[in-house]
Every structure is written in C-alpha cells, then in structure tokens.
C-alpha cells in the first residue's frame, strides 16, 4: 500500500478535511501550539502538517 503524501495545509483545509469548524480544530490545536509551531501566511508547512498529524491522528478523508 502505498503512503498517503502529505501536503501544505491552511486551516480550513485542515477543518474540512477533519469535518470539524474552525473553532474546533483551533481549540484542538491551541494546546500544541509551542510544538507545531506558529501560523505563518495561508498554510501550514509540511513540517507542520506532520507534526499535527502526529499530534491529533490524521483525518479519515485526508
């Protein structure tokens, strides 16, 4: 089976794809941001998407 890619996500694209608001995932969120890292311009990186992933599982339709 080949490994899903990861890719630069904005935080809407990250809500939708958990099939949660925003308010939720930033509430989801808030406790890791020291390790994920601040939110710069419209995405977060890769890096960060991975370490999100790692830190709340990754989202059944990612």
């Known amino acids: 089976m080949k490994p899903?890619?990861?890719?630069?996500l904005?935080?809407?694209q990250l809500a939708n794809a958990y099939d949660v608001s925003?308010?939720?995932l930033n509430?989801?969120?808030?406790?890791?941001?020291?390790?994920?890292?601040d939110?710069?311009?419209r995405m977060f990186t890769l890096k960060q998407v991975?370490?999100?992933?790692?830190?709340?599982g990754e989202p059944e339709e990612y």
Do not use: N
């Open 39 to 41: 939110y710069k311009g």
């Open 10 to 12: 904005s935080k809407m």
């Open 27 to 37: 509430a989801w969120l808030k406790p890791f941001k020291e390790q994920i890292g």
């Open 4 to 8: 899903k890619s990861v890719k630069p």
């Open 50 to 56: 991975r370490i999100i992933f790692d830190l709340i």
């Open 22 to 24: 925003l308010e939720t």
